[in-house]
């Protein structure tokens, strides 16, 4: 997993999503549900074999980001493809949800 910040989130994220689609954990490290979330992510994304990359964003850190997304709850969970957000998700999910996020944003 990759990790960007505010200054970095463009080339990271948004850049590379013209080519590879991203998920996008926005997290913090005080956030329990973040803490199980990622480590599913983590999995799935890795199981898809480079089909689609994985970036987190400590909201702690990184207040412009959030703000950009208008994130208010964390976990926040975006899907990009091609500059744009495609699906997303707030709250963490079962390791068969996200599953079926990352495969439906595999496929796009």
Do not use: Y
């Not at 970095?8 to 329990?32: Q, Y």
Request: proline share 5%; aromatic share 8%; charged share 25%.
């Amino acid at each position: 997993m990759n990790n960007a910040t505010d200054a970095t989130f463009t080339a990271k994220v948004l850049d590379r999503s013209a080519t590879l689609p991203v998920v996008v954990d926005l997290w913090a490290a005080w956030c329990g549900p973040c803490r199980v979330l990622t480590p599913i992510l983590e999995k799935v994304v890795e199981e898809s074999g480079g089909a689609v990359d994985l970036v987190a964003v400590d909201v702690d850190k990184n207040p412009r980001t959030a703000q950009a997304f208008g994130v208010q709850s964390i976990p926040s969970v975006f899907a990009f493809k091609d500059g744009k957000v495609v699906d997303s998700f707030i709250g963490a999910r079962s390791e068969r949800a996200v599953r079926k996020f990352v495969e439906k944003l595999a496929r796009r």
